[in-house]
């Protein structure tokens, strides 16, 4: 074999669930062997060496969930600044929300976006198709392009993304039972949810209270349940976007039981933060659904220890400070958001640690299990010959407070600024490269790639292999 490209070794790399000893061998962009030892002469030839001594190698981490590139709503990220964000905490492989303008809903405008997304891009990135008008005649058109899930939104909202009706759900399920791929849905039922935000608006509450007021759990709960109902009845797939409460978990739970496919996702403000700091905090943690009483927090970290949620994202919705601005008086209009791609997965792992959980219990939850979920595997989330050499490095025992300040790009906040973590993002690799190095951003614009989701099974790949 000639000489490798790069060499990585540590005496903490993260392969088949454990933090092991290892030296990984990578020619062009890809893991060509594992051998389990640190001994140099392993790694000889090789054109860069990487030695993480005591510090953690991860698989780069996986973001399901980021929006980026809005004009319509001045989301102050484009695919530059907001996968820029995503490098800099660990994460070589984000999906991107079909909220453009105009949305993604046919399958030429997939096409434009993924060609738009790549000149700008970080890390890699995959996009997910839309369900909403006029979508459902393109769902297969989306699918051939490398969407293996489309986007419905229930409730009304600020961008030019008309809510799903029943009739529409049923139809993309029904498509996904034929062909492949799941529906993502962001569950609040749509009209429970118009009479109570027109409830307080005609008694003057407008503020963060009237939010928690307004978008209740029982709003969650009820799209929940209706829409794993359509799922049971047409045979289709459906993933459930940012659950926020143990109840539509448990529906999701209960109808696993019953057959259903469907899976869901938490994200790390919701696991994090509670409606007391809400509260506090304000416009910085305004998001849709809110969040919720330190009970429903913990009730939430239950259910991800129980291994009913299958991922941990971000959810990033980087508006700029001044669309953020009026919901400082005027919380009930949103804009309804919050930005963390670059420190959603280190906050979730301290967190977690701090409860006693593993480092690689935790890990799975932004590694394999989001790459399972999406057919981003065998290429992303693990650390295995034949899969992408993507590697998030992390420093362990550091103090390392967050610091909003650390963001790429001009709208620098965090309703997290200033909280403590334990773990610190050294490097990340991406197929070989490194796009942060010693914690400065080296990856530019149009180093990502473009990385089709294919709906059906993943192709096979040589597993784990320690030699
Ligand atoms: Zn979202």
């Given at each position: ?122 890390v890699d990135f995959g996009l997910w198709g839309a369900l909403t008008e006029p979508s459902l005649r393109e769902l ?50 749509r009209d429970r949810l118009r009479a109570a935000i027109g409830h307080e608006r005609a008694a003057g509450r407008i ?227 490194p796009v942060v190095l010693d914690g400065r951003l080296v990856g530019s614009a149009g180093s990502g790639q473009f ?17």
């Amino acid at each position: 074999m000639t000489a490798p490209d790069l060499a990585v070794r540590g005496e903490r790399i993260l392969i088949d669930g454990e933090l092991v000893q290892a030296t990984i061998l990578v020619h062009a962009g890809r893991i060509s062997a594992i051998e389990a030892n640190c001994d140099p002469t392993t790694s000889a030839g090789a054109a860069r060496m990487i030695d993480a001594g005591r510090d953690v190698v991860s698989p780069g981490f996986v973001d399901l969930h980021v929006h980026f590139d809005n004009p319509a709503i001045n989301l102050a990220d484009d695919f530059h600044v907001g996968t820029a964000n995503s490098a800099l905490g660990g994460c070589t492989f984000v999906i991107e929300h079909p909220f453009s303008t105009p949305p993604t809903t046919t399958a030429e405008r997939y096409a434009a976006k993924r060609e738009r997304a790549a000149t700008g891009a970080v890390v890699d990135f995959g996009l997910w198709g839309a369900l909403t008008e006029p979508s459902l005649r393109e769902l297969d058109g989306q699918r051939a392009l490398g969407a293996a899930g489309f986007k419905a939104f229930l409730p009304d909202n600020n961008m030019d993304f008309p809510p799903a009706t029943d009739d529409e759900l049923r139809e993309g399920l029904a498509n996904t039972a034929r062909e492949g791929g799941f529906v993502l849905v962001h569950a609040e039922d749509r009209d429970r949810l118009r009479a109570a935000i027109g409830h307080e608006r005609a008694a003057g509450r407008i503020d963060c209270a009237a939010v928690l007021a307004a978008r209740a759990p029982e709003i969650e709960i009820e799209a929940v349940r209706r829409v794993l109902e359509l799922a049971e009845e047409t045979g289709g797939a459906v993933h459930l976007v940012h659950l926020s409460v143990p109840e539509s978990v448990d529906l999701v739970t209960a109808s696993r039981e019953r057959g259903v496919k469907a899976s869901c996702e938490a994200t790390t403000h919701h696991l994090l933060l509670d409606s007391d700091d809400f509260l506090r905090l304000g416009w910085s943690a305004l998001c849709a659904p809110p969040l919720r009483p330190r009970s429903d927090v913990e009730a939430l970290w239950r259910r991800l220890r129980d291994g009913v949620i299958d991922a941990v994202v971000s959810d990033h919705c980087p508006y700029s400070l001044s669309d953020k601005a009026p919901a400082a008086t005027n919380a009930l209009d949103g804009p309804f958001g919050i930005q963390s791609a670059r420190e959603f997965a280190l906050l979730f792992l301290d967190e977690a640690l701090r409860r006693g959980w593993t480092l690689p219990e935790a890990l799975a939850l932004v590694t394999s299990r989001p790459a399972d979920l999406c057919a981003a595997a065998p290429r992303k989330g693990r650390i295995a010959v034949g899969a992408d050499a993507d590697f998030a490095v992390l420093r362990t025992g550091a103090e390392h407070p967050v610091n909003a300040e650390e963001q790429f790009g001009p709208d620098r906040w965090s309703p997290y600024d200033g909280r403590p973590s334990t773990l610190q993002l050294i490097s990340t690799i991406m197929r070989g490269k490194p796009v942060v190095l010693d914690g400065r951003l080296v990856g530019s614009a149009g180093s990502g790639q473009f990385i089709p989701l294919s709906a059906g099974a993943p192709a096979a790949v040589t597993d784990g292999g320690i030699r």
